[in-house]
């Protein structure tokens, strides 16, 4: 592997640990009788452009993390008044999860509907830019109806996340 994949590759991962323990304080509530935290290191951002790669499923019990992360850094942005962008790319294994009930079903094999529509619906509606890759799309037979309303979709994941990271954007890989 080249020298600077490696030192992309680590930054990214560097990134996801700050960003998770970073989202996580912020919604942490503080419990009767244990003693206090003391911030070292106090990070409050003036400007973020952040793209999470959904590229797999991570899950805490049934909880996706990266939708749970970007919840969390919405919300700590918009409490710090910070400026700027969320943006979720799915695709790969992770495309499932911005289907439609009907959609969903058929590709999971389920009559549940979709577990994570409640999230995705309201990620967007806070703001948060939803994707989806049209490379993923065509592997599944999906197409735009097949998704949740307000999802986007972009030409392909990996040349949108090269794109974006182009732009400035930092790269959560959860």
């Given amino acids: ?46 400007a973020a452009n952040v793209v999470f790669n959904m590229d797999h499923i991570a899950l805490n019990g049934d909880l996706p993390i990266g939708m749970k992360y970007m919840e969390l850094l919405h919300k700590k942005m918009k409490a710090d008044k ?18 439609n009930d009907q959609a969903y079903n058929a590709n999971r094999k ?11 619906e309201s990620l967007i509606a806070s703001g948060v830019q939803i994707e989806e890759c049209a490379v993923s799309m065509k592997g599944n037979n999906w197409t735009n109806k097949d998704l949740l309303p307000g999802v986007k979709v972009n030409t392909g994941a990996i040349g949108r996340l090269i794109q974006l990271t182009q732009e400035g954007y930092v790269q959560i890989q959860p």
């Avoid at 590759?9 to 003391?38: F, N, W, Y």
């Avoid at 910070?82 to 289907?99: D, K, S």
């Avoid at 389920?110 to 995705?120: A, E, Q």
């Fill in 110 to 120: 389920v009559t549940t509907g979709n577990p994570y529509k409640g999230m995705v």
């Fill in 82 to 99: 910070t400026t700027g962008n969320i943006i979720g790319i799915f695709h790969g294994p992770a495309a499932y999860m911005t289907l």
């Fill in 1 to 46: 592997m080249n020298k600077i994949l490696k030192f992309l590759l680590r930054g990214m991962m560097v990134a996801s640990v700050c960003l998770s323990v970073h989202a996580v304080a912020a919604d942490a509530k503080p419990v009767a009788g244990e003693g206090q935290i003391t911030i070292d290191v106090p990070v409050t951002l003036k």
